[in-house]
């Protein structure tokens, strides 16, 4: 998962995501590694947990956004649909009342990005992660 030169957006993009899921899911995992899923209780190590995304990935003004995405259990991500519902009350929770209506209009706004954008976004994350996980003392 390296930063090398993307090919095309489309890589650039999975660049990104990855770097993003792993950011998200150490930034909120604790010193021992484990995450809480923010739509249930299920508490795992972060490499098991997803990215899990209150609106979805294919809206770009969003995409990358702290605010949006949260550790979350296989169970809430993949087969219950996110859970959007309670993604959004847990949001509000953790964010301050109104996070999730800001992030639901701003996940409509138009916005697009080149590669290079798309790559800086991903040394970005790149870089927070790695200094995250030093933090907690997690190893990547």
């Known amino acids: 998962m390296g930063l090398n030169k993307s090919k095309n957006l489309t890589a650039a993009k999975k660049t990104c995501d990855q770097w993003f899921s792993k950011y998200i899911r150490i930034r909120d995992a604790n010193t021992n590694g484990l995450c809480k899923c923010i739509t249930c209780d299920t508490v795992k190590p ?38 959007q519902y309670l993604h959004g009350r847990a949001i509000n929770a953790k964010f301050g009342e109104g996070t999730a209506e800001y992030i639901t209009q701003l996940s409509r706004s138009l916005h697009k ?20 996980a030093k933090d907690k003392g997690i190893e990547i």
């Open 46 to 83: 972060w490499q098991d947990m997803d990215c899990g995304h209150f609106q979805s990935r294919r809206f770009l003004s969003t995409r990358w956004d702290e605010y949006n995405a949260s550790a979350q259990c296989q169970k809430c991500n993949q087969y219950g649909a996110g859970e």
């Open 113 to 132: 990005l080149n590669k290079k954008e798309v790559m800086e976004l991903a040394r970005y994350f790149k870089q927070e992660t790695e200094q995250l």
